[in-house]
């Protein structure tokens, strides 16, 4: 399984930002995809998941109505759009899928993580 995120960087407070997560050594039909964050100081926390085959998405309260996460299948890929970004979102953005060990998260584990990509938003 190899995960690399890319598509972090800096933007004003009230800007959007995409991130991609480009995925191998697996699928998703079967596979929850996630993203998580981790800003200084702070543990690492769970942004959005999305599972197929079990038809579920996940937002933690602080992203509702803000992120979407997406996925194309032809791809392999896995997106989070991010809208009206403020700066508690500032952190180093993780693409992580699902496995038998690791981070659990709702109903999933996850196991396999990307190098991330950080997202600076000023204020």
């Known amino acids: 399984v190899q995960l690399v995120e890319s598509g972090g960087g800096l933007v004003q407070a009230g800007g959007s930002l995409r991130l991609s997560c480009a995925a191998s050594?697996?699928?998703?039909?079967?596979?929850?995809i996630g993203w998580f964050r981790q800003a200084p100081g702070k543990e690492r926390e769970g942004v959005a998941y999305?599972?197929?085959?079990?038809?579920?998405?996940y937002y933690a309260d602080s992203v509702k109505g803000r992120f979407t996460i997406s996925t194309d299948n032809s791809k392999n890929a896995v997106y989070l759009e991010m809208n009206n970004l403020k700066p508690e979102d500032t952190a180093v953005y993780y693409c992580?899928?699902?496995?038998?060990?690791?981070?659990?998260?709702?109903?999933?584990?996850?196991?396999?993580w990307g190098q991330g990509t950080q997202v600076t938003v000023s204020s």
């Open positions: 992580a899928s699902e496995a038998s060990f690791g981070h659990r998260l709702g109903d999933y584990i996850f196991g396999w």
């Open positions: 050594g697996f699928t998703f039909d079967d596979h929850a």
């Open positions: 999305f599972k197929k085959s079990d038809g579920k998405t």
